[in-house]
């Protein structure tokens, strides 16, 4: 306690030495006037900062008493010799940093006194820079002082702190997240609220914090909830997620129907019967296909397509494959490359609607019969005779 009081008053001393405010106002200003000791200390800035400092100093005498008392109380407990280890080292690591200032202070005084007064100096905040430096280590100083007495009060504390955590029975967070009151005979009796069943007893114990905490939770988000969807109407109700949801799905539909019919081959090839595809399929029909087969199916150089004959197979298979990979040795081409898997499927549905239609010029009948799964009447094998024969000698 007696190094902390005259700790505390060197400081002052140094805070309060007329010498050093007088050797910080002795240099020469632009002007060339001299400046008075106490004239220097008129500049508001000067004034702020002394206000400071002496702020800085009372702070550190109301700190200097916390730490005595609390030396006087661990001396009381007999660990007064850990407390003046601690307060050795703060005045042995203080002191010296005082009487360094002092003496920095007075070597700055002789230079001043031996300057020519005649030199111009450059002002800080219109004070003199040796006062304003002066000042300003003060305040640092003082700065210092206090972190070293919070830490030894942190110190003090903590030793305090460890003290109770030693005779304090450690508790696991889950325990504290799920604790509830434990009550001995006589306050449980008290908290008895007389329900009994079956011998179970009901006591007016609280819930567990984490029953709260979620209570609380889901009170505030029931607020939140309730605001946006009934009062600012800034996200959609059920009946509008519905609705988003149906126009989602229906464009998914469409998507994977689009990629999923140009993934059709002739093992998986059906006849289309919507109207559009149909009409999609006379329109690429007539543009690229009526050159050799006239434009309602009679046939030109091409077969016929109106009638039961064909030379390479009937049905949207095999129409579909004759389309896609094209005969070559015949002179037509393999449309696999102008036109996607749906489009010639669409072609060749419209080319099954040409079955049983009377073109205005129909060509003779080429190829076999065929019939849907390769089921031929009786009276039609003299035709499938003839109509082979036919084929034979066309080619």
């Not at 460890?162 to 449980?188: C, Q, R, V």
């Not at 059709?264 to 009409?279: G, P």
């Not at 087969?293 to 009638?307: E, I, M, R, Y």
């Not at 003779?364 to 065929?370: F, K, M, N, R, S």
Request: charged share 20%; net charge neutral; aromatic share 8%.
């Amino acid at each position: 306690m007696k190094k902390s009081l005259s700790l505390t008053t060197v400081l002052t001393g140094l805070l309060l030495c007329p010498n050093l405010l007088f050797a910080a106002s002795t240099t020469s200003v632009t002007s060339g006037a001299e400046e008075g000791a106490f004239a220097a200390l008129a500049n508001p800035v000067a004034i702020i900062m002394l206000t400071i400092l002496i702020v800085l100093l009372f702070v550190i005498i109301f700190l200097g008493r916390i730490v005595a008392t609390s030396l006087e109380y661990y001396k009381s407990k007999k660990q007064a010799a850990n407390s003046k280890n601690k307060g050795s080292k703060i005045v042995s690591v203080l002191l010296p940093l005082l009487l360094l200032t002092g003496y920095h202070t007075s070597a700055q005084e002789a230079t001043t006194e031996a300057a020519p007064a005649a030199e111009a100096i450059t002002l800080i905040g219109g004070m003199n820079p040796t006062l304003f430096y002066f000042l300003f280590g003060v305040f640092l100083l003082e700065a210092l002082i206090i972190i070293i007495l919070i830490s030894t009060i942190r110190f003090l504390v903590g030793l305090e702190k460890k003290k109770a955590a030693k005779k304090s029975k450690s508790i696991h967070w889950f325990e504290k997240l799920n604790a509830t009151k434990s009550l001995d005979p006589a306050s449980e009796a008290e908290a008895n609220w007389g329900h009994s069943y079956d011998g179970i007893e009901e006591l007016d114990n609280p819930t567990p914090p984490w029953w709260m905490a979620g209570f609380a939770l889901s009170v505030v988000i029931g607020i939140i909830y309730f605001y946006r969807f009934d009062i600012a109407k800034t996200a959609p109700d059920q009946f509008q997620e519905y609705a988003i949801e149906v126009q989602n799905g229906e464009a998914a539909k469409l998507a994977y129907l689009a990629s999923a019919a140009n993934k059709v081959d002739e093992n998986t090839v059906t006849s289309l019967t919507d109207a559009a595809d149909i009409e999609a399929g006379k329109t690429i029909f007539v543009q690229v296909c009526a050159a050799c087969h006239s434009a309602d199916g009679g046939g030109t150089v091409g077969p016929n397509l109106t009638d039961d004959y064909w030379l390479h197979g009937g049905g949207i298979k095999n129409i579909f494959r004759t389309i896609t990979v094209g005969v070559p040795e015949k002179g037509m081409k393999s449309w696999k490359d102008d036109y996607t898997p749906r489009q010639i499927q669409q072609i060749a549905s419209f080319i099954e609607t040409l079955h049983g239609t009377k073109p205005a010029t129909a060509k003779a009948p080429q190829g076999e019969l065929y019939k849907a799964e390769n089921k031929m009447p009786a009276e039609d094998s003299t035709k499938t005779v003839t109509g082979a024969t036919a084929a034979h000698t066309q080619s």
